[in-house]
């Protein structure tokens, strides 16, 4: 079993960062891989960015391909997403789910064993 918890959404300007954290417990989190995903209000939930268990690959979409890094910190078991240049359109409600047999390339929210409850992120245009 793999908990995770996500921290550091909040309400930020068009154009201004933030930095989520996907805090992974449970004997086994450290050798999944992970992604992040999002939805918005009336929308499905959609893939954002995974990392591969040992963090050497990592995958964009392309909305936020160019201005989000995603990357593990695993001396704390923690995967963190750093999102730039914010918009209007990437207001949502971010999640982390961990994969356990995939290289975090992985798109499909059913591919993903467990998921945080999400942290809502809101970018004022």
């Known amino acids: 079993q793999v908990q995770l918890v996500e921290s550091g959404g909040g309400l930020v300007q068009a154009g201004g960062s933030l930095r989520l954290s996907c805090a992974a417990s449970?004997?086994?989190?450290?050798?999944?891989?992970m992604g992040w995903f999002r939805q918005a209000p009336g929308k499905e939930r959609e893939f954002v960015a995974g990392?591969?268990?040992?963090?050497?690959?990592?995958f964009y979409a392309d909305p936020v391909k160019g201005r989000s890094t995603i990357s593990r910190e695993s001396a704390k078991n923690t995967v963190v997403l750093q999102m730039n240049s914010l918009k209007a359109e990437d207001t949502a409600v971010y999640y982390c789910?961990?994969?356990?047999w995939g290289d975090g390339s992985k798109s499909e929210v059913r591919w993903y064993d467990y998921w945080g409850q999400g942290t809502q992120v809101t970018v004022s245009s």
């Open positions: 449970g004997r086994t989190a450290r050798t999944y891989a």
């Open positions: 990392i591969s268990w040992t963090g050497a690959s990592t």
């Open positions: 789910a961990a994969d356990s």
